[in-house]
Each structure stands twice: as C-alpha cells, then as structure tokens.
C-alpha cells in the first residue's frame, strides 16, 4: 500500500496589519500583529482534547511515601509489594538499590512495584524533596525568588487560545506584561535553550545574502553536545545563595536531544531527570507506561508538579530560582496545552503569596512545529513556529514604582529574543539588586548577546539582522509575492533537494541515508514585490520530497542571476519525522535523514503516523466542526 500525500495549490493570504515592502532586513521590523482567534487558526482547535479521558478516576495509589518512609496503603492478598531508590550517574545512567521492603528511605526518587504471583500488577514512581543547605550564602539582602514555567512548543498565539484563565489570573493578580515579539533563534529546543541557560548561539546566521552579515556559532557540537557541559545559569543563581531545581519532564530532555552528553553532575540542588529516566527507560514495565494516562489518570507532567510544590514548600524562606519546563502537554499536539490550564491556575492559586512577592515567568521555547502541514502552509502558522510566548511578573513592592512596568511595556513592544530573557535573569541576579531595582539606564555585558527588559535597549532599530535571529526564523513581516512559473518552482525545488543530498554527503552520511525524490514544490514566495532586475532575488521556498519519507523542507535561497548562482539558508524541516533520522546520532542532520536501516515496523509506524497526522490535519481544514 502506498500513501499519496497532498498540498493545496494556494497558500491562504495573511492576515498581518503592517508589512515591509522593501525587505528592508537590517532597518526595519514590521511586527506581526494579528487576530489569535482568526478562523484559519480557530478551525484546528479543538478544546475537548484530552488522551486521558478514559483513565481510571477512581484508581488509588496502592503504595506511598510520606515522610522519609514508604509504604503499603492497603493490604491486597496475594500481592506482594517491594521499593527501589533512583540516583542519577549522570544524564544517561541510574543506580538502582536492592528492591526493599516498607520502611524509611533516602532518596528522592523510588519506584514501588507490587506482583500478583509472578506478575506484574502495578508500578509507580513516588517523589520527595531531602532538604539541602545553600551552596554559599546570601550575597544580598531578601533577594527576590525567580520562578520559571515554560512549556515546550507554545507560541503567543497558542497560549492566548490554551491558557486563557492563567493569563488572566497573572494580568489581574501579578500584573504581568506579556512580550507578544519574541523571536526564536533555532529551529528547536535545544538552539532556544541553549541561548536561555548559557548564553550561546549555537546555529549560524546566515544573513549576508540579506544585507547583514553571517554569524558564527559560539559553540559547535563539539562544545554543546560531546563534552560535558558546565556554567549554566543555575549554577550562577547558586553562587549568589539561591536553592535551585530543574525539572524537565521527558526523558530525552533538552541538552540530551538526540545523543548529546547533558550534565555530569546535576546542574541544581534538586534534578528531576532520573526519575524521568526510569519512567521511560529503567523502570518495570508497569512503570514505564504509569504516566501515560491510560489506567490511572497521572501523565508526566503531574509529578513534575508535585516535585515543584515539595520544593516550594520546603524551602519558603529561603531565595529560590526554579526551572520546570513541561514538554510532553505540547510538543507533539496542536491542542495539547489546553488541558493544562486549569492546573496552573491551581498551582499560581496555591502559591499566589509567595508569587506576588517574586519574579514570575510564564514562556515557550518556540512555536508548535510538529507537521500540521496545512496551518503551516498559512501566515500566521508560519509566524507562530517562530514566535514562542513570554510574560513578566516583577515582585509587588516593585511595582510600586512605575517606571519598572513602564520600561517593562516599552519593551515589550519591540522586537526580542531568549538572548534578552536571559540578560534580564542575570540582571535581577546581580545588577538591579545593587540599587533596589531602579536602575533604567543601559547595561552592555561582555559576552552576552541580550539586554535586559528592565532597563532601556539599545537605540539602533531591533531587527532580525541587527539581532542574534537566522532570517529562516524571522516574524518580522515583508511582502512576499507569489511565484507561479511551474518551470522555476520545479527548477529550485530539485536545487534544493540536491542541496540537501550535497551537505549529507559533505558530512559524511550518505552512506546510511536514502536519497530523496523531489515530489513537488508546496510554495514558493519571491520576498518584496517582484522584478526584472538583475540584483539577488532571496526566495522562500517549500518542498515535498516522494515516497517513502514524504519529508517536508523549507529555506531561504538566493538567485544571483549576474553569477548563475543559487545559495541556500539553514535548512527548516516542517513535518514530524519520529526517529528516521536517529542513525546520524546527530540534531543538525536528524532532520535530513531517512535512514536506510530503518526496520520494516518503523516506516511503517512513520507511514501510518503521517497518515493519521493529515487526515486529521485535512478534517480541520474542511470539516472544523468536527472538532468542536
């Protein structure tokens, strides 16, 4: 059986208020401003979403841990119930102790496991926090808590429409400005990340073609992902006396992803990655699927939850930064995040007072880019992927002076990327409490990309060339013209897939990759209004390649017409490739790759999952009431 896969011969029209009609990339940013809940969005939404609909409500832990000590919560006969503690090695290994009996334990992670005979009936992971002293003392007085909730793959757009009751409980309670312009500056989490924990740029910018210059990496993989990492942001925050934790609710989590070495030690006090490891990998079968909701009604965000209201609780009075950052709700549903409002509502209830008197930041890492071919093909999907959403809450005594929100505001109308969150955590960490928070006037930071939303921003225009943002990302808008000569679609989209074949085999992997076949060119787009002259023309351009992958790419590509000569931006994959790519072992070129070893299963499993994927994609487009 062979899938045929199809896209719509017109792209839908945008629906931005303001363009730039010269493409004008170093001086001018005009910022996507558009309508949330317009129809071409609102036809994939569907608010009834849940996998966890026909879990079990009534199932009970049969086992748990309360005060050092675990145990069995009611006798069941013929069952028989035994517990093992979970510590990381280091972000690949656990060590798992000798199963135990009830009793106390010292560990913050332990799986209970009970067998009916020799069967398995039940598996969990239960969570506690073993208090910890501060890694130095204080350095300032009453140094304000710094909160971080970031949930993977959500846009401005799609936190407007997923969270609208927490949004409106951090405006009316926390006074919290949103950012509506933030930029992302990689194709994934880990570029995004990276830019947030340590500062780095980690993919090229590729922008001479487009009046500005090319950037080179800060670090390549040798630095970010075969090496060890260290000199993080929350080692900066223990050095000034603040407790820490890092929860990360999948297993292959950021600084992992696909093969990378992660940390050694654990970059906080508190670290939630082994027990995501066990519940993905290391833990009994039962365990290894408790979190999915099927028979109890727990997914994977809920012990991150709970692990981040331990922490709260244990350490009240003393300065906390804390990072959860929620990947499973999103990343791979459209309309995964809306289940999820209602529990943050709960958790900002339950601390509101410790809230109110910190900073609170509510973000994404970058857009939702898991297929969803036919939103993608449209205006405002195009901007989204790009656009990951931020908000600011400031601690209340602050807001007591005005020029802080003020500047907040002001900001929050320009262009902005990770680079400047990141300035602004490092500027509450050390500068801003060397004044009681009023100093407004400029800081420049050796080595950082960003400035800081608590202060003015440097008064050269804020544009995707004069900042740190690959022009494949960039939301600032500019005319985009059609290009409806078949011969010139057909032409660059078999350039572009020969490109493709050219940099796999430049690195070494055509050996363990299919070559692809140029099925069709989904859009082309010549940027400004289109003309005769002999000046590079910069295109946008989509393409499909054949069976079996049906992958999806997108780039922007230089003609110079006086050379000859076609040159290529970064490469953008748009559609959901599972693991076909895993056998580069390698993020940049995962994305480019059908892996010629690839078991029969797994592409089928591919096949039939891309199938599922536009079918679903085709019902919202046609039929939206389905989904209502």
């Not at 969150?421 to 928070?437: E, N």
Request: hydrophobic share 30%; net charge negative; charged share 25%.
């Amino acid at each position: 059986m062979m899938f045929v896969f199809r896209s719509s011969s017109k792209p839908e029209e945008s629906q931005f208020r303001e363009y730039d009609h010269e493409n004008n990339y170093m001086n001018k940013c005009s910022l996507p401003v558009y309508d949330f809940w317009d129809s071409k969005v609102m036809r994939y939404v569907d608010y009834n979403y849940d996998p966890a609909k026909k879990c079990d409500k009534t199932f009970k832990p049969y086992t748990e841990l309360v005060n050092g000590s675990w145990g069995i919560v009611e006798e069941r006969k013929g069952t028989n119930c035994s517990a093992r503690c979970i510590q990381g090695v280091d972000d690949w290994n656990l060590r798992l102790s000798d199963w135990m009996k009830p009793g106390p334990v010292n560990c913050e992670f332990l799986e209970a496991v009970c067998w009916e005979d020799d069967t398995e009936v039940y598996g969990y992971i239960h969570t506690q926090i073993i208090p910890k002293q501060p890694t130095t003392p204080t350095t300032s007085t009453d140094p304000p808590s710094v909160f971080v909730f970031l949930f993977d793959s959500m846009s401005f757009g799609s936190a407007k429409r997923s969270f609208p009751k927490t949004l409106s409980l951090l405006s009316s309670r926390l006074d919290s400005v949103e950012f509506p312009f933030v930029n992302k500056v990689g194709e994934n989490s880990m570029p995004n990340g990276f830019s947030l924990w340590f500062g780095k740029l980690i993919e090229p910018i590729l922008g001479k073609n487009y009046g500005g210059v090319d950037v080179e990496v800060d670090w390549n993989s040798t630095s970010y992902c075969y090496t060890h990492l260290n000199g993080s942001i929350f080692g900066e925050f223990e050095k000034q006396g603040y407790m820490t934790l890092n929860i990360d609710d999948w297993n292959a989590q950021m600084v992992n992803y696909p093969d990378c070495e992660g940390f050694k030690d654990p970059p906080t006090h508190h670290y939630m990655h082994p027990f995501y490891m066990a519940s993905e990998k290391f833990g009994s079968s039962i365990t290894k699927n408790h979190l999915k909701g099927k028979v109890m009604c727990r997914e994977a965000r809920h012990p991150a939850f709970q692990y981040f209201q331990d922490f709260v609780n244990t350490y009240k009075d003393k300065p906390m930064f804390t990072w959860t950052w929620i990947n499973t709700a999103g990343h791979d549903n459209f309309n995964g995040l809306m289940r999820v409002d209602k529990e943050m509502v709960e958790i900002i209830e339950k601390n509101m007072e410790k809230f109110e008197n910190s900073f609170f930041i509510f973000m994404g890492d970058h857009g939702f880019r898991m297929g969803m071919k036919k939103f993608m093909e449209t205006a405002i999907g195009g901007v989204e992927v790009s656009n990951p959403y931020l908000s600011i809450s400031i601690p209340k005594k602050l807001r007591k002076d005005q020029s802080i929100l003020e500047i907040m505001r002001e900001n929050s109308q320009k262009l902005q990327t990770h680079f400047d969150t990141r300035a602004t955590l490092l500027d509450i960490l050390k500068h801003q409490p060397q004044t009681s928070f009023t100093d407004r006037s400029l800081l420049e930071v050796p080595g950082e990309w960003g400035n800081s939303y608590l202060r003015h921003q440097p008064e050269f225009p804020r544009t995707c060339g004069s900042l740190p943002i690959p022009p494949e990302y960039c939301i600032c808008q500019i005319e985009k013209t059609p290009v409806t000569d078949e011969n010139l679609r057909e032409r660059f989209g078999h350039m572009l897939i020969d490109h493709i074949h050219d940099m796999l085999d430049h690195s070494n992997y055509t050996w363990m990759c299919e070559k692809y076949k140029f099925r069709e060119t989904i859009s082309f787009f010549h940027y400004g209004r289109a003309n005769k002259s002999d000046s590079p023309h910069n295109y946008e351009i989509t393409v499909m390649a054949d069976f079996p992958s049906y992958a999806q790419f997108r780039t922007i590509l230089t003609h110079d017409k006086k050379a000859s000569h076609v040159s290529f931006g970064n490469i953008v994959r748009l559609d959901r490739y599972l693991k076909t790519g895993s056998c580069t072992n390698s993020g940049k070129f995962e994305k480019m790759c059908f892996c010629k070893s690839l078991t029969w299963t797994e592409r089928w499993t591919y096949l039939v999952d891309k199938k599922l994927r536009e079918m679903d994609d085709t019902l919202g487009y046609y039929f939206p009431f389905l989904l209502s």
